[in-house]
């Protein structure tokens, strides 16, 4: 009777010892898969984030291809906005309420600098941004181009580089 | 009978000890493949194509020709590449382009130690098949701070005949 109980006992101590074994296993696995998969999302997630800026910028981009922005004198000039027109938009009457997706809407000069932030009729072109739409609270979002007018100096057309900024309500 | 159930219990400890090792050397094995996955070191971005094309339109001060006009930042590089030749004002076509490419970075991007952009690297180069692996002729390149890890970068081609040259931009968080 007491050997039938050893025999039992020492296979219930190997079983015990197998499920032990077994569970260190499938929690060492656990902690690896947590481990892996939370650095899988992290750069899945931030990959997403990225996406839909570059999407964004893209849609900030085509702007300059609206009309009211692009550059005729140049076929094979994608960048470049004409900013005499874009300037004439400005206070126009005609345009108010045109943008009004948009919480904000300015081109700026990136280089070279002048001292005058705001463009007037005063100023022009010696100015930095010229300002179409801004109702405040937005997030903004800018795109490079090339800001091209003729110049009367040069006697021909004169590109810098410049900026689009759009800024969207509620966006997140 | 004691000698025979002790070395039991010792096989029995190494077999759990060799179990042990393997499940970490299976583990340390994993994590050195994953580590060592070749991911891209470089992520496109679509702002710094939008940098390098913008700035290749910019007109510089440099007229070639009597009577020219000034030309563009793609048409001076094309020329300091292919001719090499000097402005009517006596500086070197390609110093004008660099002058101007680094102003443009320098106005455009926040780089230093403390900012979000720790360096950048602009190459300018001329390939004779684009297609090729090798680094191709270098015009002229501007490099700034660090930039050994990750870095957003992107490339321009103008087209110079018979090959093209690729002006490739990139630039270090």
């Known amino acids: 009777m007491s050997l039938l109980r050893v025999r039992y006992s020492k296979g219930q101590f190997k079983i015990q010892q197998m499920v032990f074994i077994i569970i260190a296993i499938i929690i060492l696995f656990g902690i690896v898969s947590v481990f892996f998969i939370s650095v899988k999302f992290s750069s899945l997630r931030s990959d997403v984030e990225d996406l839909r800026k570059e999407a964004v910028l893209t849609q900030v981009r085509k702007m300059t291809g609206a009309p009211e922005f692009n550059w005729i004198m140049s076929d094979d000039c994608s960048s470049c906005v004409d900013l005499d027109k874009i300037f004439l938009l400005k206070d126009r009457n005609s345009y108010k309420g045109f943008w009004n997706d948009v919480s904000l809407l300015k081109v700026s000069r990136v280089y070279p600098l002048y001292d005058i932030g705001e463009c007037t009729t005063q100023n022009y072109p010696r100015c930095n941004s010229v300002t179409l739409v801004n109702k405040g609270d937005f997030e903004a979002y800018e795109s490079f181009v090339s800001l091209c007018r003729f110049d009367d100096t040069l006697k021909q057309t004169k590109c810098e580089l410049g900026k689009v900024i759009m800024g969207f309500e509620g966006v997140e | ?173």
């Open chain 2, 1 to 173: 009978m004691e000698k025979i159930r002790k070395k039991k219990g010792q096989e029995e400890i190494v077999g759990f000890v060799l179990i042990v090792v393997i499940i970490a050397i299976a583990f340390v094995v994993f994590l050195g493949i994953r580590l060592r996955n070749p991911e891209p070191v470089q992520k496109e971005s679509e702002i710094l194509y939008q940098f390098i094309e913008s700035s290749m339109e910019q007109t510089t001060d440099c007229v070639i020709r009597e009577n020219g006009k000034n030309l563009a930042l793609n048409e001076l590089i094309r020329e300091c590449h292919s001719f090499g030749n000097t402005c009517l004002n006596g500086e070197n076509s390609c110093d004008v382009s660099i002058a101007s490419l680094k102003g443009m970075i320098d106005a455009s991007w926040k780089i230093s130690p403390q900012d979000v952009y720790k360096g950048y690297e602009f190459k300018v180069n001329y390939y004779l098949n684009s297609s090729s692996e090798d680094d191709g002729e270098e015009i002229f390149s501007l490099v700034k701070g660090n930039c050994t890890s990750a870095y957003i970068g992107n490339s321009y081609f103008i087209p110079q005949f018979p090959g093209n040259i690729i002006v490739s931009g990139k630039i270090c968080p």
